[in-house]
């Protein structure tokens, strides 16, 4: 795969092959990810959005070299080396199976897919072309979520026994907030969970190491009309037991009023509990019977892997950008040849999507679900 001259920093500052991307889709997910390719380094060399009139304004907006009338002018643009996929969902499987045989690396926004086999059909094809595929599980860039994951691998916690938590958000809260996710046609089939409830099964897997083996879900759709009427859940209530032997919960909304972005993971086990919320990422809490306390992301006292992804020195607030553009850079040293640790790829990006499945098969049936392995 060709890639250009231009050096790209690495999550850990080093600098890489060079990165030029071909960016689809021009909503918020897009200006994020064209933040993340400058801010490793890279160039947006195209950008296309859903209209050949919005093309130019956006590329001048977010510094692309140029803009394209439609994705297949994109995809045959040979300056483009890594495509950045952010449309709706329903164009996902499409564009990358396109992107891929054009020779293309792909970013592909989360859900993966629609549903699971579309998801492992692409993660599939990505596999057999040889590319590089990832998804942005962004959350797993936190470097606190990387001490969390050190520290349970290193057994801080005991044997796990508990997990629960949330990720809320009120972008959808009234009747009048509208966006393409609310369709199933455009978005697939859930919504709150395939937006958020996708990002917390991954970050959980993620940090543990575990694997949910069986849920038992609900939906709630509060708004049945939102100009149209809606065939997605505003809310995904959960319950879950996994492989090693957790059991747990997990909350998903995107209609709770005041919570923007807010998403909590805990996990216990036999001897300490980790919590994190996303809206402080700055801070890890470490729960013991007779001794608590609340580390603070200081590259100095953190292991290697939060060292790494640590941008800034402690005192130095980092947070939702940065790890997207931690995510970028590590796509890009994939790119280059190398294999970082960590980074959601489609196989996890199918993976999310065959718990999504199980979760809408136990709304709809009742009762517990296998997720299939
Ligand atoms: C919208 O709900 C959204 O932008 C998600 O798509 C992201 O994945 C999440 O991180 C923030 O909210």
């Not at 500052?13 to 021009?26: D, E, K, L, M, W």
């Not at 996994?242 to 919960?249: C, L, N, S």
């Not at 290697?304 to 402690?314: G, H, I, K, N, T």
Request: charged share 20%; net charge negative; aromatic share 6%.
């Amino acid at each position: 795969m060709a890639v250009s001259e231009d050096t790209v920093a690495g999550a850990g500052g080093a600098t890489r092959p060079g990165y030029r991307a071909g960016i689809i889709g021009t909503g918020f997910m897009g200006r994020v990810h064209s933040r993340a390719v400058h801010a490793a380094g890279g160039a947006v060399a195209a950008v296309s959005g859903s209209t050949p009139e919005r093309g130019p304004a956006i590329a001048a907006e977010i510094g692309a070299w140029r803009a394209h009338p439609d994705t297949d002018a994109l995809l045959a643009d040979p300056e483009v080396d890594v495509v950045h996929i952010c449309t709706p969902n329903h164009l996902h499987e499409q564009l990358a199976k396109a992107a891929i045989a054009a020779g293309k690396h792909v970013v592909c926004e989360k859900p993966l897919s629609v549903d699971a086999d579309s998801a492992a059909a692409m993660a599939a094809a990505a596999e057999a072309a040889g590319v590089v595929a990832t998804v942005p599980f962004v959350n797993r860039f936190h470097p606190m979520m990387r001490e969390a994951r050190d520290r349970i691998a290193a057994g801080e916690l005991g044997a796990l026994s508990l997990a629960h938590g949330s990720y809320l958000q009120d972008w959808l809260l009234r009747a009048d907030d509208d966006n393409w996710r609310v369709s199933a046609e455009l978005g697939g089939p859930l919504r709150a969970f395939g937006d958020i409830g996708s990002h917390w099964c991954d970050l959980l897997e993620f940090v543990t190491g575990d694997r949910i083996t069986r849920v038992s879900a609900q939906l709630s759709t509060v708004h049945s009309h939102r100009g149209a009427p809606v065939d997605t859940e505003d809310i995904t209530t959960l319950q879950f037991a996994t492989a090693a032997g957790m059991v747990g919960t997990a909350v998903i909304s995107q209609v709770s009023a005041g919570r923007k972005n807010r998403m909590l993971l805990e996990i216990s086990g036999t001897e300490a509990t980790l919590s994190f919320d996303q809206e402080q990422p700055e801070l890890l809490w470490l729960g013991r019977r007779d001794h608590s306390s609340l580390l603070v992301r200081d590259p100095a006292t953190l292991g290697a892997e939060a060292a790494r992804l640590s941008r800034v020195p402690a005192g130095h607030a980092q947070g939702y950008q940065d790890c997207f553009n931690a995510f970028v850079a590590d796509t890009a040293a994939a790119v280059a040849g190398e294999s970082p640790d960590g980074l959601p790829r489609f196989v996890d990006g199918a993976r999310a999507a065959r718990i999504a499945a199980a979760v809408l098969d136990s709304a709809e049936r009742g009762g517990w679900v296998e997720v299939s392995p």
